[in-house]
Each structure stands twice: as structure tokens, then as C-alpha cells.
């Protein structure tokens, strides 16, 4: 099969749009989200708009309100100094950013919805927003996670587009927020469903010389290595915090990735291998394993014998960022459960049986009747 891999034609200040629907005005895009990476996504996004003539200048970032020690309200200190001093400190915004605490003000009429919040807000999100956005709006999600249903996993885009009746693209890669806050270079992974004039649309409006982006028509291929990545930077952290070196958290990387191949493709059997080389793939899981959130929360979870949780431990290391691996690790082995694959899945299933203190930090390099290790079990490398 031939492989789907887009670059960026157009750059900004080039053309204007040539897509179907909206096109006598200039676009108008929200954020939904101001965390870490809402906030770095807001800011991409604002220069491109500011340079594209389909573009409205003005980006609208809806910020979960709250106050600061200082007394302010964070929707104002940003709107007052273009800074979230909170999520991203030190780094301008943009002047053509507009932080809104109401969400449904925030949304009334824009084009393009960017979703980028922790993945266990979305719902509710969503059940705010039905029937108050545009119903030619288009969404992307750079959210990593999912939710799990009576009948299995769902994907938050579908999330997004069920709930919301609109189209929903995702773009995921190996993105720590701060090195794109400080312009390093990096790429990114638009996942689409075979509309490729809106995923081009996607790829223009995030497109800088430091910001690298494709797109592949495998949206769930592209957001389960986004989502599932982190339960195994999980993994990498605790075997950091146990000081096992580089050659274990190696071991770690490349049987999650087989773990992270084969969910994907038991789950969504359309998932292609090459998605897998993407930025969204490997490259994402290399760099969570080595230097983010999930990792370093896991690290000192291991570090203390898993004496405090990983609740405390989020709070104290990255006061009001949010981890996703944790939960993602139990909805993957709530999936496992349903369909008695746990055994197949050793990673995963060690990871969530860890992080609930069922086994100690050590079980996940160690073997035992009870604690199989995945090194030597490799469950579900027999399956793909
Ligand atoms: N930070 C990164 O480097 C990075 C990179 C790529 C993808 N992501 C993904 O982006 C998504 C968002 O992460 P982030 O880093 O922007 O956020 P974050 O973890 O930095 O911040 C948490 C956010 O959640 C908000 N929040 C808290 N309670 C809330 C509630 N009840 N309802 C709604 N919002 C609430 C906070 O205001 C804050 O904006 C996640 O899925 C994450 O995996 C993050
Ligand atoms: O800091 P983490 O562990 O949430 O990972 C951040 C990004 O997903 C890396 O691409």
C-alpha cells in the first residue's frame, strides 16, 4: 500500500484558503484549553493567523478560570500581560491572543475549534458546547487520551465529533511544550480520516519553520501512539526511579511500542504500521520516556517505593498540570479486562497494577510467578 505522507505546500502569507465552505470571510479559530501545551498551541497558531489572509487575526483561548496567589484572575493576567503566568511562564503569547473564561463566548463563531485540555475534561467540555458552536465548525484534538465505553475504547475525537456532529482531525507527535515555547525544532503528526483539503488546513495553521507537520490518513493510529505512549513513559519513569539505566528503559521503549502496535490494531484494524514511524509514534515515545511529565512523576513514585501516590505526587511536581498516563494506563486495562487480554499486554497491565499499589515500583522489572515479566513474556508480540 502506497504511503500517505503530506507535507506543507503553503506557507503563511501564501495563498488563501481554497476549501469549501466558509470562505467569503477570514477564519476564526478558538483553543480550547490554556495549560502547557494550550498555551504553546495558541501561541503557533496566532502567528500564522496574524500572517495568512484566511485567517481572522485574532485567536480566542478559552482558560479554565482561576485565581492566582496574588489575588488575579488568570484570564486577566493574561489578557494583561500576554503571558500565562501559571501554565507557561516567561513566554509571550502574542498580542493577537484573547484569553475567555466563558466557554461558550469563546466558541460562538469560530471556524476552527482546537481542543487541548487534560482528556478527562472533555466530556464535559462537550456537553457544554452542543448546540453553541458553528454547524460548519471543524475540530482537531491534541488531546491525549480516551475514554472507555460499554462497548470499548472511544477515541476522544470521536468523542468530539459524536457529541458535537462536526468533523475532528488530531495532531499528535513528539511535542514537550516548553522546548516548542522556545521555538527547538520538532515535528508533529496530523491524523485524518480522508478529507484531505481540511487536514492540509490543519498542517498550514500549525506549520512554522520550527514546527515540522504531515499529515496521514490514520486518525486512531495517530492518536492511540499519542495516548498510549504515556503508559509506557510510566513505565520508563518507574525504571528511572529504580536507577536500572539506559539498556532497561530501552527495553521498556521497544516493548511498548510493540504493545502500543498491537492495541492499536486489535482495537481500530484500519491502524497502519507506518503511522508507528512517525513523529506521532516513536519519536513521541522517545521523548516522553526521556524527559516528560509522566515520566518524571513515575520516577519519584518509584523513588519513594510507591509510599506516596501518584495524586500527591502530580500536585507537589507539577502544581496544576495535569499527568494522563495514570488514567490512561487504568482505562487500557479496563479494555484488557473486557476482552481478557490482560496477559497479553504485560506492560500495560504492570504499569496500572503498580500505579494502584497492587505491585511494588520493582515489578516491573522483575519476574516472578505473579508478576510475569514482560521482557521475557512478550504477550502480544505474538499477536503482530
Ligand atoms: N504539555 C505538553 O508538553 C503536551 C504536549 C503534547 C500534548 N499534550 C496533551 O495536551 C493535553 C492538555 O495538556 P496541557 O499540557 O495543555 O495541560 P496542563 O496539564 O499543563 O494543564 C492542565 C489544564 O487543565 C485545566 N483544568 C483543570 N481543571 C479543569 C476542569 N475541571 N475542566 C477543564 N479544565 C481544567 C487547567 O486550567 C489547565 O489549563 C493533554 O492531553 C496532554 O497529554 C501535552
Ligand atoms: O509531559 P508528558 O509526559 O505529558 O508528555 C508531553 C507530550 O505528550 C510529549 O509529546
Redesign the pocket.
Known sequence: MARETERQGETAGGAADSGGTVEARRRRVTVI?????????AKIIATNAAALPSYHDEVKMW????TLPTGDK?TSYINRTNENV???PGIKLGPNVVADPDLEHAVKDADLLVF??????VE??CRRLVGKIRRDAEALS????MEVKKDGPCM?SNLISEMLGINCCVL??A??????AVEKFCEATVGHKGDKEMAQRWVQLFSTPYFLVSAVQDVEGVELC?TLK?VVAIAAGLADGLEMGNNTKAAIMRIGLREMRAFSKLMFSTVKDTTFFESCGVA?LITTCLG??NRRVAEAFAKCGGKRSFDELEAEL?R?????GVSTAREVYEVLGHRGWQELFPLFTTVHEICVGRLPPSAIVEYSEHTPNFALVEGSAQLY
Not at 116 to 121: I, K, S, Y
Request: charged share 15%.
Open positions: 484549553g490554556s495549560g502547557n501545551w494550550g498555551s504553546v498551541a482558560v479554565y478560570e482561576e488568570l501559571k501554565y507557561l487541548v485540555t487534560p482528556h478527562q475534561f464535559s467540555i491534541l488531546i491525549k487520551g476522544i499528535m507527535g511535542n514537550i511544550a516548553n522546548e516548542i499519542g504515556n513521541d516528560g511529565r507539577l496544576g498540570q495535569k499527568l494522563q
